[in-house]
């Protein structure tokens, strides 16, 4: 998922239910199946409020991914007005696409301005084989624009990405059907059964096989195993880390807030055998030093084969975190393999941090966090996102949630905790199911559930179980 603020999506999802926009029931497809859903998203031209943020969303998925284009158009009729109102709102040039050539003047199937060679991005409604798509890209082609990527508000999932990839064009897509059936039954706007109608439906039926272009391989949105992860991946660290995962079968970080070093070494040698990241800060010790911790802290690495990145969340200018990160009172690069960065200072710090973070080694940025009315808006996360594609050193995120589509990065997220909802100074927790499955996230960060437990060593085996199931449980759907 783009880095969208998820209340707007889950408010859209339940404003298309409003409207009718998304029924549930028995309809007859063209093919002559019967549907459980169906989805008739030309209503939205009649409510300005929702067409306005169907526009947001679209326009923002566009910038979060780095489209670049010259203008936009959207596939007729039912997203002429999304492309209308992106280009209105935010002073980008459109093209229309004519259905039927005037039988008289210039004849034009396209209407607009345009330079040969101009990069058209295109917006669909929905996309379930993407034949429409394809039909509206041969039309724009035809007129001398270029069609690279597509942005649809809501994808079915029945093969209408694959099939536009073998085209040459990207499909990116603000809303997943899952995603719909999650949010509607997380709100209990429908119940379990029908999510599991629906469900089935998709994932077992052939749609409307006569709009088909090329045959349909993938039905079924499925979770990549930590293994093809790597496979995937290009940064070594990335590569250690999924690799830790799997032998260890844990997805669980230690956050190891403790502030002498003698409780630090003794919770970390304990805990140790059952995480695959231990987490630091440094400067909340009282006597840290670079041998008696630092060294000490990469022995049990070894010992018990686990990572270490220490929480500094670097967020000043460039050259002033270059001298942090390389001070000698912490020689961070001596014996932490990941830190955390803040990108609110713009890409000069991580681009500082590549100059002396060794090879082998990554920044972790801090996209979105876990305290109460945070700042981080969907704006910034999306400028975040931009920073960590940009540079190679950024190996995951710190987030609520799998923020991109990427899965050559990994996804970490604190603020778990399984007896508290929070804590009296903003912290708020989550489940380390709805961390894993609901929110897609790879690896769940644990302090004090852990630490200020009776028996830290059970409560860790405790976290790591839940996590590691719920990550067996989201890669173990049945492919149909
Ligand atoms: O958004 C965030 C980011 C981080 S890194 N929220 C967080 O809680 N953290 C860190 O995760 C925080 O600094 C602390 O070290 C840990 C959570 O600790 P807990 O005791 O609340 O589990």
Not at 54 to 61: G, I, N, Q, T
Not at 161 to 173: P, T
Not at 215 to 220: E, G, L
């Amino acid at each position: 998922m783009a880095a969208e603020s998820e209340d707007r999506l889950e408010a859209l999802i339940e404003d298309l239910l409003r409207i009718n926009a998304i029924k549930f029931g028995s309809f007859k497809l063209k093919s002559g199946v019967d549907s459980p859903i169906y989805f008739d998203l030309r209503v939205i031209v009649s409510y300005p409020k929702i067409l306005g943020l169907v526009a947001d969303l679209l326009w923002s998925r566009a910038q979060s991914e780095g489209i670049s284009l010259d203008c936009i158009c959207g596939v007729p009729y039912t997203a002429l007005p999304f492309a209308t109102v992106v280009s209105v709102k935010y002073g980008v040039p459109m093209v229309m696409r004519r259905k039927e050539a005037k039988d008289y003047g210039t004849k034009r199937m396209v209407e607009g301005s345009w330079l040969p060679g101009s990069d058209c991005l295109l917006f669909e409604d929905v996309v379930t084989t993407g034949s429409s798509v394809l039909e509206t890209v041969e039309v724009l082609k035809t007129a001398g624009l270029e069609v690279k990527n597509t942005i649809v508000l809501l994808n079915r999932e029945q093969g209408g990405s694959e099939n536009l990839a073998s085209r040459g064009i990207q499909l990116y897509s603000v809303l997943s059907v899952y995603k719909v059936l999650d949010v509607l039954l997380s709100k209990n706007k429908i119940d379990l059964n029908m999510a599991e109608r629906v469900r089935g439906f998709l994932n077992g039926t052939t749609p409307d096989s006569s709009l088909l272009t090329t045959p349909i391989t993938t039905k079924i949105k499925k979770r990549l195993r930590y293994s093809e992860r790597r496979d995937i991946a290009s940064h070594k660290a990335v590569k250690r880390l999924l690799s830790i995962m799997e032998k260890k079968k844990t997805n669980l970080a230690l956050s190891a807030d403790l502030t002498t070093t003698d409780k630090l070494i003794k919770l970390v040698d304990e805990v140790g055998p059952h995480v695959c990241l231990v987490k630091t800060h440094v400067d909340i010790m009282s006597d840290f030093s670079y041998d008696g911790t630092g060294l000490r802290l990469k022995e049990l690495a070894k010992k018990h084969n686990f990572m270490i990145m220490e929480d500094r969340k670097f967020s000043d200018i460039g050259n002033t975190c270059k001298l942090q990160y390389t001070s000698p009172l912490y020689s961070l690069s001596d014996w932490s393999d990941l830190v955390t960065c803040h990108g609110i200072a713009g890409p000069g710090t991580v681009n500082a941090l590549s100059d002396v973070i060794p090879e082998g080694s990554g920044c972790v940025l801090v996209a979105e966090m876990s305290s109460r009315a945070c700042l981080t808006s969907s704006e910034y996360k999306e400028s975040v996102l931009r920073i960590a594609r940009d540079f190679d050193n950024v190996i995951g995120l710190i987030c609520q949630r799998k923020l991109s589509e990427r899965e050559d990065i990994l996804y970490m997220t604190p603020g778990v905790n399984i007896d508290k909802e929070g804590d009296r100074l903003g912290q708020q927790y989550h489940s380390p199911e709805e961390v894993i499955i609901r929110k897609e996230s790879d690896i769940i960060i644990v302090g004090r559930g852990i630490y200020e437990s009776a028996d830290p060593v059970a409560s860790a085996i405790q976290y790591k179980n839940r996590s590691y199931s719920a990550y067996t449980e989201s890669i173990t759907i049945p492919e149909h």
